[in-house]
């Protein structure tokens, strides 16, 4: 079993910056893709930023340019790098990992945007 262990939200101004840290701790035998979600109140999860065990990431058209998605393999951690947040920002954000077999989702961490 895979536990994941978010943490790096918060209450920021727009224009500011915030780091997330998603740590996966358990019974590893490998990772694959990591991946960072959000989900807004009364809207539906996506998929904000991905990486591939080797280090190739990808990014929904929103926040291209402004977060970077980062892993650090002999942690087991991947990293979310916010910067220029805008107030539609403003979500729950949750780690997921791939596994060999099935996937894991982070509790979530609240990042909230004052304009």
């Known amino acids: 079993q895979v536990q994941l262990v978010e943490s790096g939200g918060g209450l920021v101004q727009a224009g500011g910056s915030l780091r997330l840290s998603c740590a996966a701790s358990?019974?590893?035998?490998?990772?694959?893709?990591m991946s960072w979600y959000r989900q807004a109140p009364g809207k539906q999860r996506e998929l904000v930023a991905t990486i591939t065990s080797g280090g190739t990431a990808n990014y929904a058209d929103s926040v291209k340019g402004r977060f970077t998605i980062s892993r650090d393999n002999s942690k087991n951690t991947v990293y979310l790098q916010m910067n220029s947040l805008k107030p539609e920002d403003t979500a729950v954000y949750y780690c997921k990992v791939d596994g060999p077999w099935t996937y894991y989702w982070g509790q979530g961490t609240q990042v909230t945007v004052s304009s």
């Open positions: 358990g019974t590893i035998f490998s990772l694959n893709a």
